[in-house]
């Protein structure tokens, strides 16, 4: 069973701050999700990665397989990113996704 | 060029009654997955359907829900004799392939309340 883990759970920056989000998972996967969760509001797939590093605006997101870990990172924040930052992964040969308990990030003007 | 629509946004039962959620896929897409979101819980998977096929129903309750996929019309996540733990938030995906390999699209979600 794969354990999909996030730091920190909860991040304030300053506008203009330069964010990193963690997930680490514990088995081999064939895919990773980062999703964006506004409060009360639906769900924003960011990214799907399977390897190395993709970019998106101001957003970032890497993958390391060997160490089976990703990051996604924000550059020059703004507070209308403040949202719930989720990591997901989905299992080699599995269909289903297993979700982080999220970062909830706050941006200050 | 809509996206996942989800709908009703916000239902509300007394315990006992019946919950039918319905969820529209992206147009092309015929991979929909349900997920719930308990309060202040994380999202954890359901069911995966295929046009008329449930592929994998190994994280829904095995008394009282049951999804569907029909060849015409939206899939459906029916929840019958609800519950107060049954409140949550349901959210739909849908893609072109599956979630290993396309990427997802979701829709708004649907917040149950039970009363």
């Known amino acids: 069973k794969n354990e999909v883990e996030q730091s920190p759970q909860n991040l304030t920056a300053q506008e203009e701050e330069f964010i990193t989000i963690n997930c680490s998972y514990s088995?081999?996967?064939?895919?990773l999700h980062w999703l964006q969760q506004h409060p009360g509001g639906g769900i924003v797939s960011l990214f799907m990665l399977s390897s190395g590093k993709k970019k998106h605006g101001r957003l970032i997101a890497t993958i390391n397989i060997q160490e089976k870990h990703s990051s996604l990172h924000i550059t020059a924040s703004h507070p209308r990113d403040s949202a719930v930052y989720i990591c997901a992964c989905t299992g080699a040969g599995s269909y289903q996704l297993t979700f982080g308990k999220g970062t909830k990030l706050s941006v200050i003007p | 060029n809509a996206g996942v629509m989800q709908n009703p946004r916000h239902l509300v039962r007394r315990r006992g009654q019946e919950a039918r959620l319905r969820c529209s896929p992206m147009k092309g897409h015929s991979h929909v997955y349900w997920y719930r979101q308990l309060p202040e819980e994380g999202l954890k998977f359901m069911v995966y359907?295929?046009?008329?096929?449930?592929?994998?129903e190994s994280g829904m309750p095995k008394e009282r829900f049951s999804a569907e996929f029909p060849k015409e019309g939206p899939s459906i996540l029916r929840i019958q004799q609800v519950v107060r733990g049954d409140s949550a938030a349901y959210f739909c995906?849908?893609?072109?392939?599956?979630?290993?390999?396309?990427?997802?699209?979701f829709g708004e979600g649907s917040r149950l309340t039970v009363l």
């Open positions: 359907l295929q046009k008329e096929n449930i592929i994998d």
């Open positions: 088995v081999g996967i064939s895919a």
């Open positions: 995906a849908s893609s072109n392939s599956g979630s290993n390999t396309g990427e997802l699209f």
